[in-house]
Nanobody, 128 residues
Framework: QVQLVESGGGLVRAGDSLRLSCVAS????????MGWFRQAPGKEREFVAA????????YYADSVKGRFAIARENAKNSVSLQMNSLKPEDTAVYSC?????????????????????WGQGTQVTVSS
């Protein structure tokens, strides 16, 4: 099973950019679809973005489409989330996730149930 460690969170102002990274241990990283979820205080965890094992297919939540970009480098066992034009409502703990299922499975209701490994999460705070 793959183990995930995120980095790159922080405190920024509205309109700024941040890039989150997630590094995986294990030799089977390229066999997993990867995704990012976030959870704000008092709210349920929500899907943000997902990418196929090859990187050819991506999915985004409507709330981040056009502002966020997910990418992966299998040679480095890493997946990233580039976040541009950040808004205060993007404030949350962001976690990367791995699934053996197609990436779209993460975007559907119940998506977290398909995750076999979670990172510890990284805090993103966007001030107005």
């Amino acid at each position: 099973q793959v183990q995930l460690v995120e980095s790159g969170g922080g405190l920024v102002r509205a309109g700024d950019s941040l890039r989150l990274s997630c590094v995986a241990s294990g030799r089977t990283f390229s066999s997993y679809a990867m995704g990012w979820f976030r959870q704000a205080p008092g709210k349920e965890r929500e899907f943000v973005a997902a990418i196929s094992w090859s990187g050819a297919t991506t999915y985004y939540a409507d709330s981040v489409k056009g502002r966020f970009a997910i990418a992966r480098e299998n040679a480095k066992n890493s997946v990233s989330l580039q976040m541009n034009s950040l808004k205060p409502e993007d404030t949350a703990v962001y976690s990367c996730a791995a699934t053996p299922l197609p990436p779209q499975s993460l975007s559907l209701p119940g998506g977290p149930a398909h995750v076999i490994s979670w990172g510890q999460g990284t805090q993103v705070t966007v001030s107005s």
